[in-house]
């Protein structure tokens, strides 16, 4: 009895998370705006990949961050040196960040700033393997990493967040030669749970892999840029 009332809940609490997170979408649609959601286990290298991402793209495309995280603004201070708004959220005990959580950043941004300028909105989301992946922000994409550090069998075992990706960075790959782990295991675990999921293997450390994924990135900016509104009317015009 009690775990039927607690499914139940569940289900309505992400019925009313989806609501928000398609609002959010809207928004972003409307202000031709790319949402990527980035998600791992704590310390898989979220922060130092945002780091990257900023000091390689910033110039070329306006940027914003959504920085989640449970209570301190350590990782917004990291990034705000890059010169691009970093909208901190304290997610108090909840170990995801939600469709309201992120409403009210976008319109943190919308008040400070005009949100149409904007190219890409990048969002850390909390550390946690599991639940980000269940809760839909109104993002375009979803890109999960895994650390070499945290094993081979992740991808079988936390099946949802590989399920959910549009995109797996296999991180830290610069320590697999000190530990017991093929890169290319971790690849086909994932695989066989999301045969369709973009993999791309990097180490922040040495700067391996980043390449592709910052074309990955832009690639992605490009394509909803041209969505099928922009296009008709750049024929009509
Ligand atoms: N060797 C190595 N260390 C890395 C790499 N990327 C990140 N790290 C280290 O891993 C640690 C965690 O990195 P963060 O970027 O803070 O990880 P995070 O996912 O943002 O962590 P949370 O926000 O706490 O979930 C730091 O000490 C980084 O320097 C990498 O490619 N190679
Ligand atoms: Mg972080």
């Known amino acids: 009895m009690h775990q039927t009332f607690d499914a139940a809940l569940g289900i309505n609490l992400l019925h009313a998370n989806q609501a928000g997170a398609d609002h959010n979408r809207e928004h972003f649609d409307e202000w031709g705006i790319?949402?990527?959601?980035?998600?791992?286990?704590?310390?898989?290298?979220?922060?130092?990949?945002?780091?990257?991402?900023?000091?390689?793209?910033?110039?070329?495309?306006?940027?914003?961050?959504?920085?989640?995280?449970?209570?301190?603004?350590?990782?917004?201070?990291?990034?705000?040196?890059?010169?691009?708004?970093?909208?901190?959220?304290?997610?108090?005990?909840?170990?995801?960040?939600?469709?309201?959580?992120?409403?009210?950043?976008?319109?943190?941004?919308?008040?400070?700033?005009?949100?149409?300028?904007?190219?890409?909105?990048?969002?850390?989301?909390?550390?946690?393997?599991?639940?980000?992946?269940?809760?839909?922000?109104?993002?375009?994409?979803k890109v999960a990493l895994l650390s070499v550090t945290e094993g081979e069998d992740k991808p079988l075992k936390y099946p949802v967040m590989f399920r959910e990706a549009d995109c797996l960075l296999i991180t830290k790959i610069d320590l697999a030669p000190y530990l017991d782990i093929e890169v290319s295991r971790i690849a086909a675990n994932a695989r066989q749970i999301n045969p369709d999921v973009n993999i791309i293997a990097i180490s922040a450390k040495t700067g391996e892999g980043l390449a592709i994924w910052l074309d990955w990135v832009r690639g992605q900016v490009a394509n909803l840029t041209r969505s099928p509104a922009s296009v008709s009317l750049a024929k009509l015009g």
Do not use: W
């Open 34 to 141: 790319t949402c990527l959601n980035i998600m791992s286990s704590p310390g898989a290298g979220k922060t130092v990949l945002l780091e990257r991402t900023l000091a390689a793209l910033s110039d070329a495309l306006k940027i914003a961050v959504i920085e989640g995280d449970m209570t301190t603004e350590l990782d917004a201070e990291r990034l705000r040196c890059y010169g691009v708004p970093v909208i901190a959220i304290n997610t108090g005990r909840s170990c995801h960040l939600d469709s309201k959580m992120v409403a009210g950043g976008i319109h943190q941004l919308a008040q400070d700033y005009n949100p149409s300028e904007f190219d890409l909105v990048l969002v850390e989301n909390v550390g946690n393997l599991v639940c980000p992946a269940e809760f839909e922000v109104g993002e375009h994409i």
